[in-house]
Nanobody, 120 residues
Framework: QVQLVESGGGLVQPGGSLRLSCAAS????????MDWYRQAPGKQRELVAS???????NYADSVKGRFTISRDNAKNTVYLQMNSLKPEDTAVYYC??????????????WGQGTQVTVSS
């Protein structure tokens, strides 16, 4: 089995910064991609940023220029550096991984979510 453990959420003032981390552990052969999603109250879950093998990244228009996704492949960990935070960034942030397990089975996994609140 594979587990995704997120950390780094919290309360921050508008204009502030936070760094989220998501560490994958368990029966992993290779990680194809690791993404960050978010879900605000009453809204659908949306893709925030993607990190794809080969160093490719992708961002939602709403966070371009403010958020940066990065990966440490040796640690099976993905980070989301969030700068210039706005109240509309308030949401539960979820880590998502698309990977090959040691059994060569391709599966996807979700983290438990971490709350980010941007408020003065």
């Amino acid at each position: 089995q594979v587990q995704l453990v997120e950390s780094g959420g919290g309360l921050v003032q508008p204009g502030g910064s936070l760094r989220l981390s998501c560490a994958a552990s368990g029966s992993i052969f290779v990680i194809n991609s690791m993404d960050w999603y978010r879900q605000a109250p009453g809204k659908q879950r949306e893709l925030v940023a993607s990190s794809i093998s080969g160093g490719f990244t992708n961002y939602a228009d709403s966070v371009k220029g403010r958020f940066t996704i990065s990966r440490d492949n040796a640690k099976n960990t993905v980070y989301l550096q969030m700068n210039s935070l706005k109240p509309e960034d308030t949401a539960v942030y979820y880590c998502f991984a698309d990977l090959l397990q040691a059994t060569m089975t391709r599966r996807t996994f979700w983290g438990q979510g971490t709350q980010v609140t941007v408020s003065s």
